[in-house]
């Protein structure tokens, strides 16, 4: 059934001249059939460099958002519309404009798991892979508004010893992850090497051994000695760490740490996107040049890794 599944997605998508692009976190069936897989910046960017006329983004709202942002010309379709990110939706534009006027002058920065809006009120866009680089390059004495994950603002504040006003916003997924999960996947796999997200909660990322956005932890298993690893953050990505290493084993810190929208996503979604042609995300230009200043200006200080 997905293999026919998977066959009409493919006709379907060359007659609209289409890419599929898929996170990480999304079931390994919808990994599967995507032209590229990645974190979400590293989508975004294969979403500006294609030819298609059409982006179907596999992953959630934030993303598809991006990837609108830098691809004003394509049309970019959500296969779920009720797709969304709970941490994404935590701080709103209003909320970071209120914030600014209390710190007049200090200077923004959000997770690229933030909505247009929020990108659109913010001087530097940054992913798990570059904040710390991001906020290195920032002048010593002005004053640092992190939005809106305080797990990733406080690792990239001990990272850089950078004092930043943080915003109290968290992802679910990552804080279904307890200290005792990590305890009990070291108790049963005690040879293996335990990578966590930033995203983690910090007793979490204390007992780890490395703390690695997604993007990190696939080339770490690749280059790393190591056989074991447990995987602290969402699950989805063992498909991928499987998949790449076939010689090592991959367990996950917690089997909660399962993202119900990304997991929105399935194969008959994906082909009904591509049958109607929704749910189109679009983001008004007024915003979009703006966030996408944001964008440009964490591409400037390095590129996406
Ligand atoms: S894993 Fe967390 S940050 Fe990522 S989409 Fe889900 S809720 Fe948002």
Same mark, same amino acid.
């Given at each position: 059934?997905?293999?026919?599944?998977? !066959?009409?997605?493919?006709?379907? &998508?060359? /007659? $609209?001249?289409?890419?599929?692009?898929?996170?990480?976190?999304?079931?390994?069936?919808?990994?599967?059939?995507?032209? =590229?897989?990645?974190?979400?910046?590293?989508?975004?960017?294969?979403?500006?460099?294609?030819?298609?006329?059409?982006?179907?983004?596999?992953? +959630? $709202?934030?993303?598809?958002?991006?990837?609108?942002?830098?691809?004003?010309?394509?049309?970019?379709?959500?296969?779920?519309?009720?797709?969304?990110?709970?941490?994404?939706?935590?701080?709103?534009?209003?909320?970071?404009?209120?914030?600014?006027? &209390?710190?007049?002058?200090?200077? +923004?920065? @959000?997770?690229?798991?933030?909505?247009?809006?929020?990108?659109? /009120?913010?001087? %530097?866009? @940054?992913?798990?892979?570059?904040?710390?680089?991001?906020?290195?390059?920032?002048?010593?004495?002005?004053?640092?508004?992190?939005?809106?994950?305080?797990?990733?603002?406080?690792?990239?504040?001990?990272?850089?010893?950078?004092?930043?006003?943080?915003?109290?916003? %968290? @992802?679910?997924?990552?804080?279904?992850?307890?200290?005792?999960?990590?305890?009990?996947? $070291?108790?049963?796999?005690?040879?293996?090497? +335990?990578?966590?997200?930033? !995203?983690?909660?910090?007793?979490?990322?204390?007992?780890?051994?490395?703390?690695?956005?997604?993007?990190?932890?696939?080339? =770490?298993?690749?280059?790393?000695?190591?056989? &074991?690893?447990?995987? #602290?953050? /969402?699950?989805?990505?063992?498909?991928?760490?499987?998949?790449?290493?076939?010689?090592?084993?991959?367990?996950?810190?917690?089997?909660?740490? +399962?993202?119900?929208?990304? &997991?929105?996503?399935?194969? !008959?979604?994906?082909?009904?996107?591509?049958?109607?042609?929704?749910?189109?995300?679009?983001?008004? /230009?007024?915003?979009?040049?703006?966030?996408?200043? #944001?964008?440009?200006?964490?591409?400037?200080?390095?590129?996406?890794?």
């Amino acid at each position: 059934m997905s293999s026919q599944l998977a !066959e009409k997605i493919r006709e379907l &998508k060359a /007659e $609209r001249n289409a890419v599929i692009l898929a996170h990480n976190y999304q079931p390994g069936e919808v990994q599967d059939i995507a032209d =590229f897989t990645g974190d979400s910046l590293a989508l975004s960017v294969r979403a500006a460099q294609t030819d298609a006329d059409v982006i179907v983004f596999c992953g +959630v $709202r934030f993303m598809a958002e991006t990837a609108a942002i830098l691809s004003p010309g394509k049309i970019v379709l959500l296969p779920d519309k009720n797709a969304g990110c709970p941490l994404a939706d935590m701080i709103t534009a209003g909320q970071l404009k209120d914030l600014k006027q &209390k710190h007049t002058g200090a200077v +923004v920065v @959000c997770y690229v798991n933030s909505s247009a809006e929020v990108k659109a /009120e913010s001087d %530097y866009c @940054c992913t798990s892979s570059n904040a710390v680089e991001i906020v290195e390059s920032l002048p010593r004495d002005v004053e640092i508004i992190f939005v809106p994950d305080q797990h990733l603002g406080q690792f990239v504040s001990e990272r850089t010893g950078r004092k930043m006003i943080l915003w109290p916003g %968290y @992802c679910i997924t990552h804080a279904a992850i307890t200290e005792d999960d990590i305890k009990n996947a $070291r108790a049963a796999h005690p040879d293996a090497i +335990v990578m966590a997200h930033p !995203e983690c909660t910090e007793p979490v990322k204390v007992l780890s051994d490395q703390i690695l956005s997604t993007g990190q932890m696939l080339k =770490f298993a690749r280059q790393s000695e190591a056989k &074991k690893f447990i995987v #602290a953050t /969402e699950t989805g990505i063992i498909h991928t760490l499987k998949k790449e290493n076939p010689g090592k084993e991959f367990f996950a810190a917690s089997s909660r740490a +399962v993202c119900p929208n990304m &997991k929105r996503i399935t194969l !008959e979604k994906v082909l009904w996107s591509l049958e109607d042609m929704h749910y189109k995300i679009t983001v008004p /230009e007024e915003i979009r040049t703006r966030a996408k200043n #944001a964008l440009d200006r964490m591409v400037a200080v390095l590129p996406a890794k």
